[in-house]
């Protein structure tokens, strides 16, 4: 079993920056593939990015691809999300989740370990 702590959301504006961090605690963190989530207000929660057990493969949302970058730092068992070029429609609760899985790319059905998110909110 894996905990998840989230942090580094906040308010910014259209146009800049803001960097995710999930933090991991308890099982080896290598050991599983991470992804992050977002859920607006009234919204379903939907997939923002994936990165593999090495952190060699990736995988981005349409809506978040050329803005958001996924990494993570194995040896800190932390996953960050750096997301450039903010607009109004990236306001959401963020979520960290972990999967373990011998897929690079698992179905989120697959994600069982879930952190309780961070909000991210950008105005215009």
Request: aromatic fraction near 12%.
């Amino acid at each position: 079993q894996v905990q998840l702590v989230e942090s580094g959301g906040g308010l910014v504006q259209a146009g800049g920056s803001l960097r995710l961090s999930c933090a991991a605690s308890g099982r080896t963190f290598s050991g599983y593939v991470m992804g992050w989530f977002r859920q607006a207000p009234g919204k379903e929660r939907d997939f923002v990015a994936s990165i593999s057990k090495s952190g060699h493969l990736t995988l981005y949302s349409d809506s978040v691809k050329g803005r958001f970058t996924i990494s993570r730092d194995n040896a800190k068992n932390t996953v960050y999300l750096q997301m450039n070029s903010l607009k109004p429609e990236d306001t959401a609760l963020y979520y960290c989740a972990a999967a373990d899985t011998s897929s690079d790319y698992p179905h989120r059905g697959l994600y069982h370990y879930w952190g309780q998110g961070t909000q991210v909110t950008v105005s215009s």
